[in-house]
């Protein structure tokens, strides 16, 4: 028999509905089993999903082997407290967590099996490549659960959260941040797991200690570790400002290394990492792995970050423009706005440069769709974001009276006016029922919860355009260059040139008009909050909030526009150097 072993493992309500509570219980024979889910998920220890692993529980339900994406789910199981047996058939333990399932909820636990077998002696680079692109599915990292739900689209004047349903992230989305907040602590230590991975691939390399399966060019893989590394490092120095710089896996107890925090030197290692790659990958139309056009891309938005705010490096916009306007040649605009979110067209999208895919995974329908489609209905509407299609002055009065007639396409593809019960689309004619709206497919196929999927469009050539529009405007002004760029967006949204923006406009007036179409084209893909921290306008933003949402404002200071580097990391490093206001 195998012996239990308890492990310390983090549990948390990923989604929650609303639940109201009676005055007086119903007579005995009409009450309802409490039912809630539970969602178990087994990985190693660098994030990578664990497969057929047995899973039971005392009290006991079921015995379930985790699937592909080392899921576990047992539905509707009655409320309280369980004990979680894991049993990988390579330990000779088993380990036992414990879990709260409450009513209506989801429970997810996260339960780490071992270390990753990738770290072999010697190392085998294919394996450990495909762990470390297969670990940016993590909820932590670029899931639909994950970044926009912490960091890239919530506390703005976009969306919020619903009261009855802010699960881990109610805190962030109010600027209430502190650096023992959960979600703040695992991401930073979710990203240092994967750039483990990424150091681990290079010492090989280096140390020519690797074997390949696939006769992979060494010089390749280096480049796609480094890619890699550059992508994770430039999530951290947005997210933390100063994360501190690891670039090697080996430990040396006798004398510990003293590593570099900060946005200096995080920033050249990330631009050496990403020119590396670039000058060492080949063309691909692959859209989930690196090639030359995604380094290339990705360049150009880290320079144009490093000449907005804070860094102000304002000579970087030139290396920016140089870098981007390289990529435009390779990609195309889809005809259609919504071709470029169409579940059935990610393989043919022309538009999408670099993609997180998610065949599969269960991340469809969690944070977006209309009342009744979105699963845990977290996410609500600013009216200063749906007043952005309206031209503000001519928002609908209430209750709307439909149809409602939009010129700019986007608004159908982004916002849902509807709800789906019972088989059937009802129009909402109160604003605060209407839901964001992108990842979607019909709405009349209900979704298979935890089934289905949509991979995240990291970049795409609409935003390359966008920056294009932007550095050239940082540079020279409003140019015919950067007019052109910004509408092409425009053209596309309009079908047609009427809409274009016109001539005239003073240098400040199209940096504004490049914020707007950024909100307008790319909600919800997690970019806008980095977008407004370097064009210098989130706190008007929240401004805006505040004065429209009284009951919901944001506690919002200046140095919260990055996060707190975690409690856990300054405990643990004496070098490590708290974010100024925390």
Same mark, same amino acid.
């Given at each position: /028999?195998?012996?239990?072993?308890?492990?310390?493992?983090?549990?948390?309500?990923?989604?929650?509905?609303?639940?109201?509570?009676?005055?007086?219980? =119903?007579?005995?024979?009409?009450?309802?089993?409490?039912?809630?889910?539970?969602?178990?998920?087994?990985?190693?220890? !660098?994030?990578?999903?664990?497969?057929?692993?047995?899973? #039971?529980?005392?009290?006991?339900?079921?015995?379930?082997?985790?699937?592909?994406?080392?899921?576990?789910?047992?539905?509707?199981?009655?409320?309280?407290?369980?004990?979680?047996?894991?049993? =990988? @058939?390579?330990?000779? $333990?088993?380990?036992?967590?414990?879990?709260?399932?409450?009513? @209506?909820?989801?429970?997810?636990?996260?339960?780490?099996?071992?270390?990753?077998?990738?770290? /072999?002696?010697?190392?085998?680079?294919?394996?450990?490549?495909?762990?470390?692109?297969?670990?940016?599915? +993590?909820?932590?990292?670029?899931?639909?659960?994950?970044?926009?739900?912490?960091?890239?689209?919530?506390?703005?004047?976009?969306?919020?959260?619903?009261?009855?349903?802010?699960?881990?992230?109610?805190?962030?989305?109010?600027?209430?941040?502190? %650096?023992?907040?959960?979600?703040?602590?695992?991401?930073?230590?979710?990203?240092?797991?994967?750039?483990?991975?990424?150091?681990?691939?290079?010492?090989?390399?280096?140390?020519?200690?690797?074997?390949?399966?696939?006769?992979?060019?060494?010089?390749?893989?280096?480049?796609?570790?480094?890619?890699?590394?550059?992508?994770?490092?430039?999530?951290?120095?947005?997210?933390?400002?100063?994360?501190?710089?690891?670039?090697?896996?080996?430990?040396?107890?006798?004398?510990?290394?003293?590593?570099?925090?900060?946005?200096?030197?995080?920033?050249?290692?990330?631009?050496?990492?990403?020119?590396?790659?670039?000058?060492?990958?080949?063309? @691909? @139309?692959?859209?989930?792995?690196?090639?030359?056009?995604?380094?290339?891309?990705?360049? +150009?938005?880290?320079?144009?970050?490093?000449? !907005?705010?804070?860094?102000?490096?304002?000579?970087?916009?030139?290396?920016?423009?140089?870098?981007?306007?390289?990529?435009?040649?390779?990609?195309?605009?889809? $005809?259609?706005?919504?071709?470029?979110?169409?579940?059935?067209?990610?393989?043919?999208?022309?538009?999408?440069?670099?993609?997180?895919?998610?065949?599969? #995974?269960?991340?469809?329908?969690?944070?977006?769709?209309?009342?009744?489609?979105?699963?845990?209905?977290?996410?609500?509407?600013?009216? !200063?974001?749906?007043? $952005?299609?309206?031209?503000?002055?001519?928002?609908?009065?209430?209750?709307?009276?439909? =149809?409602?007639?939009?010129?700019?396409?986007?608004?159908?593809?982004?916002?849902?006016?509807?709800?789906?019960?019972?088989?059937?689309?009802?129009?909402?004619?109160?604003?605060?029922?209407?839901? %964001?709206?992108?990842?979607?497919?019909?709405?009349?196929?209900?979704?298979?919860?935890?089934?289905?999927?949509?991979?995240?469009?990291?970049?795409?050539?609409?935003?390359?355009?966008?920056?294009?529009?932007?550095?050239?405007?940082?540079?020279?002004? =409003?140019?015919?260059?950067?007019?052109?760029?910004?509408?092409?967006?425009?053209?596309?949204?309009? +079908?047609?040139?009427?809409?274009?923006?016109?001539?005239?406009?003073?240098?400040?007036?199209?940096?504004?008009?490049?914020?707007?179409?950024?909100?307008?084209?790319?909600?919800?893909?997690?970019?806008?909050?980095?977008?407004?921290?370097?064009?210098?306008?989130?706190?008007?933003?929240?401004?805006?909030?505040?004065?429209?949402?009284?009951?919901?404002?944001?506690?919002?200071?200046?140095?919260?526009?990055?996060? %707190?580097?975690?409690?856990?990391?300054?405990?643990?490093?004496?070098?490590?150097?708290?974010?100024? +206001?925390?």
């Amino acid at each position: /028999m195998k012996k239990v072993l308890f492990l310390f493992c983090l549990c948390f309500a990923l989604f929650q509905v609303s639940c109201s509570d009676g005055d007086s219980d =119903p007579p005995e024979e009409e009450q309802e089993v409490e039912v809630g889910t539970l969602e178990v998920v087994t990985i190693y220890e !660098g994030g990578e999903s664990v497969s057929d692993i047995l899973i #039971s529980t005392i009290p006991e339900t079921e015995e379930i082997i985790t699937n592909d994406l080392g899921k576990a789910i047992f539905d509707n199981i009655e409320i309280g407290t369980y004990q979680i047996i894991v049993a =990988p @058939s390579f330990l000779d $333990e088993s380990i036992m967590v414990s879990a709260e399932v409450n009513d @209506s909820q989801t429970t997810m636990v996260e339960v780490v099996v071992g270390p990753t077998p990738v770290s /072999m002696d010697p190392l085998d680079i294919d394996v450990l490549l495909s762990a470390t692109y297969e670990s940016l599915k +993590g909820n932590f990292l670029f899931d639909a659960t994950g970044y926009s739900h912490y960091w890239g689209d919530i506390g703005m004047e976009t969306i919020f959260l619903n009261q009855n349903s802010l699960g881990i992230y109610g805190g962030l989305d109010g600027y209430d941040f502190s %650096p023992v907040n959960s979600v703040i602590t695992d991401v930073w230590a979710e990203h240092y797991k994967i750039i483990r991975l990424t150091n681990l691939g290079l010492d090989g390399i280096y140390e020519d200690d690797f074997v390949t399966d696939n006769n992979t060019d060494p010089v390749i893989a280096e480049a796609e570790f480094r890619f890699l590394r550059a992508l994770l490092y430039f999530n951290l120095v947005k997210l933390y400002g100063n994360p501190i710089l690891v670039t090697t896996a080996k430990i040396d107890f006798d004398t510990p290394l003293i590593y570099e925090q900060g946005r200096a030197p995080v920033y050249e290692q990330i631009v050496a990492d990403l020119k590396f790659a670039q000058e060492n990958l080949v063309s @691909s @139309s692959v859209k989930n792995r690196a090639s030359n056009e995604i380094a290339t891309a990705l360049l +150009g938005k880290v320079y144009i970050t490093m000449a !907005g705010f804070p860094l102000m490096d304002s000579d970087k916009y030139l290396l920016a423009l140089q870098e981007l306007e390289k990529v435009v040649t390779n990609f195309t605009l889809e $005809e259609d706005y919504t071709q470029v979110f169409n579940l059935e067209n990610e393989i043919a999208n022309s538009e999408v440069i670099f993609s997180v895919d998610f065949d599969n #995974s269960g991340n469809y329908g969690v944070p977006w769709g209309p009342k009744g489609i979105s699963i845990n209905d977290r996410f609500l509407l600013s009216s !200063g974001f749906i007043g $952005e299609f309206f031209n503000n002055s001519e928002i609908p009065s209430e209750p709307v009276a439909f =149809p409602i007639s939009i010129e700019d396409s986007r608004f159908y593809q982004n916002i849902a006016t509807f709800s789906y019960q019972n088989g059937s689309i009802t129009d909402e004619n109160l604003l605060a029922d209407w839901r %964001p709206f992108k990842f979607v497919k019909d709405p009349i196929v209900p979704s298979v919860v935890n089934e289905e999927s949509f991979d995240y469009p990291y970049l795409r050539l609409a935003d390359i355009y966008l920056l294009i529009a932007e550095a050239e405007n940082a540079i020279n002004g =409003p140019t015919i260059k950067a007019y052109d760029a910004l509408n092409l967006i425009r053209r596309r949204a309009f +079908g047609d040139l009427n809409h274009d923006l016109q001539p005239g406009l003073s240098q400040n007036e199209f940096f504004n008009a490049i914020i707007r179409e950024r909100k307008l084209e790319l909600c919800f893909e997690g970019q806008l909050k980095d977008d407004l921290i370097r064009m210098q306008a989130l706190e008007v933003e929240i401004s805006n909030f505040n004065e429209l949402h009284p009951d919901r404002v944001k506690d919002f200071q200046s140095h919260k526009y990055i996060w %707190p580097i975690p409690q856990e990391e300054i405990t643990l490093n004496p070098n490590a150097i708290q974010n100024p +206001g925390y």
